[in-house]
């Protein structure tokens, strides 16, 4: 049994009032089309189908060869946009699932209901709906007396009467195929519109006297539907808690979910605790009995086991086990720390390895260096490391110890067991155990000192 869906998302979105497509405005990390794709995959069996037309080439370079593309040009309205997928998928498949790209927190589960209702249905199609209080704009469900599904029926031209219905139309419909290409070509033109609404395709199920089926939904969480910014915004919310929880039912700790941002994809161990605001983005995986936060973020870095990580910021960044970060530190792409590294606050680190239990307490700057297990570096410690036209290496041996405010002028090396007075300015390399002094401070005169007060 073949199942293809088939994705509308060639509407112009005029709602977003953007520039950017609407189904690529991203929701916790991903734009809206990912999470519908995703929840399309346990339930279908081929490739997906999406519809284009506003933005088609953003949207179609988006996608990759993911799903194959149909151009919709002009857009005559939904059950137009479906008829774009008719050349490709004729005889090609068994069942067809057409939903609309701005229904980004529908789950596989919901997709999988649905399907499995058509497959019993000796009716050509199933639709899910939901009872809910707010209409939100959604086509209401109308049925006969005997209870079957009779109209879906467009809230501007619904009746006074009509419009008290709870019952709403989610915009996601298993067809039988061959039944779904011939019905859409006898959609007519809505007059009011001039559109060709796929809405209208029950009602032709109905005179045909074959039974229509619903699977009727009760979270309504799940059917909102993005039109505007403002139901982005109730999107992106409901995800973040249901991304929340799965973790914290996985064994993670949050103080104040509602304040605490993980993207789709994000990995973390069990007792691990995320303090509020934190914001974990792309491929960051996190492992066990950390503390991160609070207010830090971590993009696409990989943290060990029992780190604490105050109020910083890491991105592309490895973190081995029981490091010790922050508050106010930095850490930039191929920035490794590896275990019982300890960095203090006002700390950055670019392109450099800070090998087991190396020391930085206070305000320093490492890039492209490579600092020896146990070695300490000062407060206020630089690495000189961009001569004006390329970024030059350090390299500091093992339990060497780095003055205060110690400029490292690249390239450098400094040996094992290494020390530099404070204030030192290094230019030339330094052998194993040896100790540098710069430029110390020397009397000039001797001064009048006034009297306060
Ligand atoms: C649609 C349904 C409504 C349902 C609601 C649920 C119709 C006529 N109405 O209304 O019953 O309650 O969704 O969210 O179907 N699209 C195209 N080509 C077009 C027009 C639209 O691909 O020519 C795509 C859009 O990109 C969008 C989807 O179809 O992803 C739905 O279109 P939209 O205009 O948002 O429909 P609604 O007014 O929300
Ligand atoms: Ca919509």
Known sequence: MKVTAVLLA?????RMKSDLPKVLHPLCGKPMLWHVLEALKPATTEKPVVVVGHGAEEVKKYLGDSAECVLQEPQLG????????ESLLKSKTDYVIVTYADMPLLRGETFKQLVETQRLNSGP?????????DPRGFGRIVRKTDGTVEAIVEEYVATPQQREI????????????????????RIEKNPKKGEYYLTDIVE????????????????????????TR?????AEAALRTRINHEHMLNGVSMIDP???YIEVGVKIGKDTIVMPNTYLHENTVIGERNVVGPNTIVRNSTIGNDCKILASVLEGAVLEDDVDMGPFARLRKGAHLKSHVHMGNFGEVKDSTLHEGVKMGH?????NAKIGARTNIGAGTITANYDGEKKNPTEIGEDAFIGSDTMLVAPLKLGDGARTGAGAIVTKNVPDDTLVVGMPARAIRKLERKKKG
């Open 10 to 14: 060639a509407g112009q979105g005029t």
């Open 78 to 85: 939904t059950g137009h946009a479906a008829m774009q997928a």
């Open 125 to 133: 199609l199933s639709l899910l709906t939901v009872i809910a209080d």
């Open 166 to 185: 709870k019952e709403l139309n989610v915009g996601a419909y298993c067809f039988k195929a061959d039944w779904l290409w011939a019905a859409l070509h």
């Open 204 to 227: 032709l199920a109905v005179k045909d006297n074959l039974p229509v089926q619903a699977v009727v939904h009760d979270d309504f969480i799940e059917t909102i539907g993005i039109n």
């Open 230 to 234: 403002v139901h982005l915004s109730e």
């Open 258 to 260: 509602a304040s605490t």
């Open 363 to 367: 305000f320093s700057y490492i890039g």
